[in-house]
């Protein structure tokens, strides 16, 4: 089982200011499967990022993926106050899929 | 718009059984890869279980294999999961989930399943 290690746990900043997520893995993440999602208070997680750097469709491009292997950054650039929420990270390059513990961030 | 509605949730006895459904509308569920996906109150996202487009493959996370059982009847644009043997920790929202591969892209709005005495 592939485990994801999100850091840090929680991000306070402010309308914006830049902020940058990590994702660690515990082995190297075939075809760079790695995802980021956003979730609310309430909501169900939306889709951000896929492929590592790859943008969902619909998503602003101040949100931006990076990284391979076992190494992955989400960064949002000028951060919006709907920007708040958790963030998590996903492989779903072997099973059991698996997702980090979250990055909460504040604004 | 692909959109997701589960229902089935609700207050079931340690020890007892659950069948939680899935309707999927706007596209063809046969289009799609289905997931279960819960969240335990104030907890982060575990993924439960996946079946391929066919109904061919499925895959569990451990923890649950044996207890659970993940289905779909594409005549009916639908997915299930089949809890037994429920547990306390079992309690959660879950959430059925779609994508074209193993990729999660759609979600549904979650259904709260309470197992308690």
């Known amino acids: 089982e592939i485990v994801l290690t999100q850091s840090p746990g929680t991000l306070s900043l402010s309308p914006g200011e830049r902020a940058t997520l990590s994702c660690r893995a515990s082995?190297?993440?075939?075809?760079?499967?790695l995802a980021w999602y956003q979730q609310k208070p309430g909501q169900a997680p939306r889709l951000l990022v896929h492929?590592?750097?790859s943008r969902f469709r619909g998503i602003p491009d101040r949100f931006s993926g990076s990284g391979s292997g076992t190494d992955f950054t989400l960064t949002i650039t000028r951060l919006e106050p709907e920007d708040f929420g958790v963030y998590y990270c996903?492989?779903?390059?072997?099973?059991?899929?698996?997702f980090g513990r979250g990055t909460k961030v504040e604004i | 718009e692909v959109q997701l509605v589960e229902s089935g949730g609700g207050l079931v006895q340690p020890g007892g059984s659950l069948r939680l459904s899935c309707v999927v509308s706007?596209?063809?569920?046969?289009?799609?890869?289905m997931n279960w996906v819960r969240q335990a109150p104030g907890k982060g996202l575990e993924w439960v279980a996946n079946?391929?487009?066919?109904?061919?493959?499925?895959y569990y996370v451990d923890s649950m294999k044996g207890r659970f059982t993940i289905s779909r009847d594409n005549a009916k644009n639908s997915v299930y999961l089949q809890m037994n043997s429920l547990r306390a920790e079992d309690t959660a929202v879950y959430y059925c989930?779609?994508?074209?591969?193993?990729?999660?892209?759609?979600w549904g709005q979650g259904t709260l399943v309470t197992a308690s005495s």
């Open positions: 989930a779609a994508g074209w591969g193993w990729l999660i892209e759609h």
């Open positions: 706007g596209l063809p569920l046969s289009t799609f890869w």
């Open positions: 079946i391929k487009q066919d109904g061919s493959e499925t």
């Open positions: 082995q190297s993440i075939g075809k760079n499967y």
């Open positions: 492929g590592a750097s």
């Open positions: 996903q492989q779903y390059a072997s099973s059991p899929l698996t």
